[in-house]
């Protein structure tokens, strides 16, 4: 009979038992990953870009499930004037010319991969953070309503009035732009959804889609690869992350 | 004589009077929500010289980052030192018996933050004031 001997040196040793211990740890790290999005601490990355896909053959006429979500959700209060009062979404109504079909459209902060307000924001308040999200730094931004001025969708609205008891996960301020955030403060805590798609979703008429786009399982990117989408103004060349079915 | 020997008594009984006020912050109660913490995320010394620098430094990483850790975030701070009064609501920013408003008064330095910033602890005013009706 043949005797194995097993000869085991320090180079195998070590190779060997860190295979083992990369075995144990990666599923760990995995499911946490699935479980919790990103720990607190840990950075927005680019490995994910965050993005939304809205149907609007299901969008009907009256329902404004998202609009008021996400007026609750970001304290947004209406002041009874309708030139400068704040609006993250709103919807709209189109009319096609000649068949006279409607369709509802919900825009909002189209959060463009090549974002004209950040562009011309002349502070740097404007800004598209790691995950594709452009976002405002209240901090920096001077009130001068270029980023309003140069937005294709009119996404931002400048805050004329003074506020009170704001939401802390929502600071919101008389004399900044502000615009959707794709509700950032969900995002980093783990949530992954916004206020507009949940409402949609519970209320409304599950036309707000919200998802990954840099993940090829994610339920958006599977719907984005079977139907046809569009941008709205995607002769802009943005490359927005919010993206339309039936337009 | 006795004049200026009485004038200078009573100068210096009131700068000991003025300096121990501002220094110890008699008028301002900084008492913490014990159900939450036994004590500040950092000394009281370093908390006092440096508390802008923590909350600056945060809100970059946070905005800018997304990096949402709690010990230096100023609604870490509100949920811990906003306390409510005795009539169960919770000071205004703009009044003294706010935590952070009472010292800044006495220091004579203004605070900005809660032009934008919640003044008070969210989940505690939800129970008592209904925000969104």
């Known amino acids: ?3 194995y001997e097993i000869k085991l040196n320090r180079r195998d040793f070590l190779k060997n038992s860190s295979m083992i211990g990369m075995t144990a740890i990666a599923p760990g790290v995995f ?5 919790h999005g990103r720990a607190l601490d840990e950075p927005a990355s680019a490995k994910k870009r965050w993005g939304m896909l809205i149907n609007t053959n299901q969008c009907t006429d009256d329902c404004d499930a998202c609009v008021t ?3 609750e959700e970001h304290g947004i ?3 009874g004037r309708p030139t400068t009062d704040t609006q993250w979404i709103r919807k709209l109504k189109l009319t096609h010319d000649v068949s006279g079909e409607t369709k509802n459209v919900p825009m909002m902060c189209q959060h463009c991969e ?3 307000c950040v562009d011309v924001c002349p502070t740097g308040a404007s800004f598209i953070r790691a995950d594709g999200i452009v976002l405002v730094n209240k901090h920096t931004c001077i009130g001068c309503r270029y980023c309003m001025m140069s937005c294709p969708y009119k996404a931002r609205s400048f805050v004329h009035e003074n506020l009170e008891n704001q939401l802390p996960h929502a600071p919101r301020g008389k004399g900044c732009v502000e615009s959707c955030t794709l509700c950032v403060h969900k995002i980093d805590n783990g949530e992954n959804t916004t206020a507009c798609a949940e409402a949609c979703t519970k209320d409304g008429q599950q036309a707000i889609l919200f998802g990954d786009l840099k993940d090829p399982n994610s339920e958006i990117s599977k719907q984005l690869k079977k139907y046809e989408t569009k941008e709205v103004r995607s002769d802009l060349g943005l490359n927005t992350a919010v993206r339309y079915r039936g337009i | 004589m006795y004049k200026r020997i009485s004038l200078k008594i009573l100068l210096g009984l009131s700068l000991v009077l003025f300096s121990g006020n501002s220094i110890t912050h008699e008028n301002v109660p900084h008492n913490i929500d014990r159900t939450i913490a036994d004590k500040c995320v950092e000394p009281t010394d370093v908390m006092r010289a440096k508390h802008h620098i923590f909350i600056k430094h945060q809100s970059n990483e946070t905005v800018v980052k997304g990096i949402r850790t709690k010990k230096h975030s100023l609604n870490n701070c509100i949920n811990c030192h906003i306390q409510p009064l005795a009539d169960g609501t919770y000071p205004s920013a703009k009044s003294e018996e706010h935590f952070c408003t009472g010292c800044h008064i006495a ?3 203004k605070v900005e933050c809660f032009d934008c910033h919640a003044s008070k602890p969210f989940k505690k005013v939800a129970k008592k004031v209904e925000i969104f009706e």
């Open chain 1, 69 to 71: 979500a996400c007026n």
């Open chain 2, 107 to 109: 220091a004579a330095a």
């Open chain 1, 114 to 116: 090549n974002p004209p």
């Open chain 1, 31 to 35: 499911f946490q990953e699935l479980a």
């Open chain 1, 77 to 79: 209060e209406d002041f």
């Open chain 1, 1 to 3: 009979m043949k005797k």
